[in-house]
Every structure is written in C-alpha cells, then in structure tokens.
C-alpha cells in the first residue's frame, strides 16, 4: 500500500497494511499498550495518526525482532526504553521505503495502462486486416 505521510488519518484496515500486522492483532495489542490509543471518529472507527504507526512499528520491533512478551514490551514502552534513536530510524526508513513502493506501484499501473492500449490497437488493426483478406 502506498503510504502517504501528509496524511493526518488512517483507517485500521490501512496501518494493518502498512505494518504488516493483521487488524485483529492491532485491536489486541491496544489491551496492553496504553500508549497505543488511537482517536475514534463519529462512527467509533479508529483513526491512526503517524504517531500511533510508528508506536505500532515500534511495538513490532519490540515482540517481533528482539522477542519480548507483550508484557515486558509494554513495560519498555512505558518506560521510554523501547524508543531507540535506532528504533526511530528504522521507522523512518520503513516510511520513506513505503512511500517509494507507492510511487512505484503507480509508475506500474501507468506501464500496463498504456500496453493494454497498444494491445487494443494492434488488435483492432489484425482484425481490420482480417476483414480485408476475408
């Protein structure tokens, strides 16, 4: 998914492709990190800002990469160990990438717009060809 970070919301079905994690998962990890509260419009949908994805990413690293339990993951974000000038590299890296795949997954679609349309041109062309022979 493209990610687009002059964005000021996102819904839970996108930071779930952003991440990586499953929306279940993300619903979950907010019974045990406090930190991870996410604003809720009208209609009780959750709205993530780019504070609580890079909250997630770091959560993910904690359970994830070095293998903490949930509960002592909390405890480090709680206690601000979790947040490593490393960790907020890593976050930003993964953005920038993200924005890039995005940027690159439109060059694509682009691509494939115009070859379908020189498909379509090259058959109208054999089919009027055909008409001529036949």
């Known amino acids: 998914m493209a990610f687009d970070t002059s964005r000021?919301?996102?819904?839970?079905?996108?930071?779930?492709?952003?991440?990586?994690?499953p929306a279940y998962l993300l619903r979950y990890w907010e019974n045990f990190f406090t930190e991870l509260n996410p604003a809720r419009d009208t209609r009780s949908n959750r709205?993530?800002?780019?504070?609580?994805?890079?909250?997630?990413?770091?959560?993910?690293?904690?359970?994830?990469?070095?293998?903490?339990?949930?509960?002592?993951?909390s405890e480090m974000v709680k206690g601000g160990m979790g947040r490593t000038p490393e960790g907020d590299h890593k976050t930003s890296e993964i953005l920038k990438l993200q924005k890039l795949i995005g940027h690159e997954q439109k060059k694509h679609t682009i691509v494939d717009e115009r070859r379908m349309m020189l498909l379509r041109e090259i058959k109208e062309e054999i089919e009027d060809l055909l008409q001529l022979i036949g």
């Open 47 to 73: 709205r993530y800002t780019n504070r609580d994805i890079a909250m997630v990413l770091n959560i993910k690293e904690l359970v994830y990469e070095k293998g903490y339990k949930l509960g002592k993951a």
């Open 8 to 21: 000021s919301y996102y819904t839970i079905g996108e930071v779930s492709k952003i991440v990586g994690i």
